[in-house]
């Protein structure tokens, strides 16, 4: 008899922390899906950077600048970084020849809004209110609870998947 008591209070114990686990867990999936993404920084970023453009036209402070943005995941930055250093390599006078976030020599000073997202694939379609056929395509992924800016341009963005220029 004793036995058998000990034998339900163990079963008992063991199904009580297995329903405690689950719960856990579809709290813990719950909880992440309700993190979303936020597209905005994709437009914070891009305002940023032509800002910093109007202020800078040293390569090497904007490669600083971009390697210490903390909107920027790191994936970004190892891109750009490459993309930057293989051209100074190949070129040392003139570099790329055209910057590589906007994809393209000219871009919009300001007003930056967001015309398409792609919520599946995290693409999103920039463009200006004062140039509204410039457009980028950039992307946007989740990192946490943070969203950061993973492409724009020619940076982790598919030639498919470009602005048409």
């Known amino acids: 008899m ?4 000990i034998l339900l209070l163990m079963i008992s114990l063991f199904s009580c922390q297995s329903k405690k686990d689950t719960d856990t867990t579809e709290n813990n999936t719950a909880e ?42 790191s994936g970004f930055k190892e891109n750009y970084t490459r993309i930057i250093e293989e051209a100074w390599k190949t070129d040392p006078e003139l570099g790329l020849g055209f910057d590589p976030v906007f994809d393209g020599q000219d871009y919009p000073d300001n007003n930056y809004t967001i015309t398409a997202i792609d919520s599946l694939s995290g693409f999103v379609t920039v463009s200006s209110d004062s140039w509204k056929e410039f457009v980028v395509v950039m992307r946007v ?9 993973d ?6 963005i598919p030639e498919n998947k470009r602005a048409q220029r």
């Open 2 to 5: 004793k036995n058998s008591i």
């Open 32 to 73: 992440a899906s309700k993190t979303t993404v936020d597209y905005k920084v994709a437009i914070q970023f891009i305002s940023d950077y032509a800002h910093f453009l109007d202020h800078s036209t040293d390569p090497k402070t904007t490669l600083s600048w971009i390697q210490h943005n903390q909107l920027l995941t």
């Open 141 to 149: 992924t989740q990192n946490g609870k943070q969203s950061l800016v």
């Open 151 to 156: 492409g724009s341009g020619i940076i982790n």
